[in-house]
């Protein structure tokens, strides 16, 4: 079956989708042709938002979702400079619930956001009940106080054979320690920080760019979480455990196959950083 047809009524023959799809498009006998199928064509919109007297129609894609492109809707780069500077990691929220309408328009325009092949395979959970996360919580605290007596014992022999111990299993059994005690001490959550909401992003574990694809996501929803005055952090720890307490997926109910990648905890501010932050330049070598 193929995915598009042309309204030579309509077609100039400016060649526009020609040059940014040949392997859909081409000219026969003077005539735009195209022809477009899973094998040759991602859906990914472009020849449609190119084409400027609307030929083109794509069964795989909702024409009525091509609003005209607003050049206007830009920020001047100063200002947006500033915004980035202005980001924080907030461990720290308000008691106050986020209302649903503006965690939807989150996610709806996240959608938005690039993915690797056009896969569009984000998928996201959003955990708002106070038991889930304190069972997920729980998990990823079992998962680094095993992994930290694990990372004890194998110090402990290298040690008995006058070896140096690698910097990353001194690094895990520093978490097993920090989170033991923690548990131990009974204080607030040391995984979300009573955040109001957690957002899961995940996708299937065999597409290439999976990973890339939710951090992209989480990072265009976080920063557009900002304009509504919802701040955000990463937890990692969360994405480290997943991959083996195997009661993480279960408790999310994960599809076959899909994998974290990405997880925010979100909320209103409680702290107001009065200044932005000094970061040390990024080492650039210019080939030329």
Same mark, same amino acid.
């Given at each position: 079956?193929?995915?598009?047809?042309?309204?030579?009524?309509?077609?100039d023959r400016?060649?526009?989708?020609?040059?940014?799809?040949?392997?859909?498009?081409?000219?026969?006998?003077?005539?735009?042709?195209?022809?477009?199928?899973?094998?040759?064509?991602?859906?990914?919109?472009?020849?449609?938002?190119?084409?400027?007297?609307?030929?083109?129609?794509?069964?795989?894609l909702?024409?009525?979702?091509?609003? $005209?492109?607003?050049?206007?809707?830009?920020f001047?780069?100063?200002?947006?400079?500033?915004?980035l500077?202005?980001?924080?990691?907030h461990?720290?929220?308000?008691?106050?619930? $986020?209302?649903r309408?503006?965690l939807?328009?989150?996610?709806?325009?996240?959608?938005?956001?690039p993915?690797?092949?056009?896969?569009?395979?984000?998928?996201?959970?959003?955990?708002?009940?106070?038991?889930?996360?304190k069972?997920?919580?729980?998990?990823?605290?079992?998962?680094?106080?095993?992994?930290?007596?694990?990372?004890?014992?194998?110090?402990?022999r290298?040690?008995a054979?006058?070896?140096?111990?690698?910097?990353?299993?001194?690094?895990?059994?520093?978490?097993?320690?920090r989170?033991?005690?923690?548990?131990?001490?009974?204080?607030?959550?040391?995984?979300?920080?009573?955040?109001?909401?957690?957002?899961i992003?995940?996708?299937?574990?065999?597409?290439?760019?999976?990973?890339?694809?939710?951090?992209?996501?989480?990072?265009?929803?976080?920063?557009?979480?900002?304009?509504?005055?919802?701040?955000?952090?990463?937890?990692?720890l969360?994405?480290?455990?997943?991959r083996?307490?195997?009661?993480?997926?279960?408790?999310?109910?994960?599809?076959?196959?899909n994998?974290?990648?990405?997880?925010?905890?979100m909320?209103?501010?409680?702290?107001?950083?009065?200044?932005?932050?000094?970061?040390?330049?990024i080492?650039?070598?210019?080939?030329g």
């Open positions: 079956m193929n995915w598009v047809s042309i309204d030579k009524t309509k077609c400016c060649g526009l989708c020609i040059l940014r799809c040949p392997r859909v498009y081409s000219i026969l006998d003077g005539e735009i042709i195209a022809q477009a199928d899973i094998n040759n064509c991602i859906a990914c919109g472009h020849c449609l938002s190119l084409c400027r007297t609307g030929a083109i129609s794509h069964s795989e909702d024409r009525g979702n091509f609003p $005209v492109a607003d050049e206007a809707a830009n001047e780069t100063g200002t947006f400079i500033r915004f500077r202005n980001r924080r990691s461990r720290h929220f308000k008691n106050k619930t $986020v209302p309408e503006q939807e328009t989150l996610i709806d325009a996240c959608r938005y956001a993915t690797g092949g056009n896969a569009q395979a984000v998928e996201i959970v959003v955990v708002e009940n106070r038991d889930m996360m069972r997920l919580s729980d998990h990823t605290i079992d998962f680094f106080i095993s992994a930290g007596e694990k990372a004890r014992q194998f110090i402990a290298l040690a054979e006058g070896k140096d111990a690698p910097e990353s299993a001194s690094r895990t059994l520093q978490y097993g320690e989170f033991k005690l923690a548990r131990e001490a009974g204080g607030p959550d040391p995984i979300f920080h009573e955040a109001p909401i957690v957002m992003f995940h996708a299937p574990q065999d597409r290439g760019a999976s990973k890339d694809d939710c951090v992209i996501a989480s990072t265009t929803l976080s920063l557009l979480a900002r304009t509504m005055g919802i701040e955000s952090t990463y937890i990692g969360l994405v480290t455990a997943a083996e307490n195997r009661h993480i997926r279960s408790d999310l109910a994960l599809p076959p196959g994998e974290i990648f990405s997880v925010l905890i909320g209103y501010p409680r702290l107001r950083y009065l200044y932005n932050i000094d970061r040390k330049p080492r650039t070598r210019w080939l």
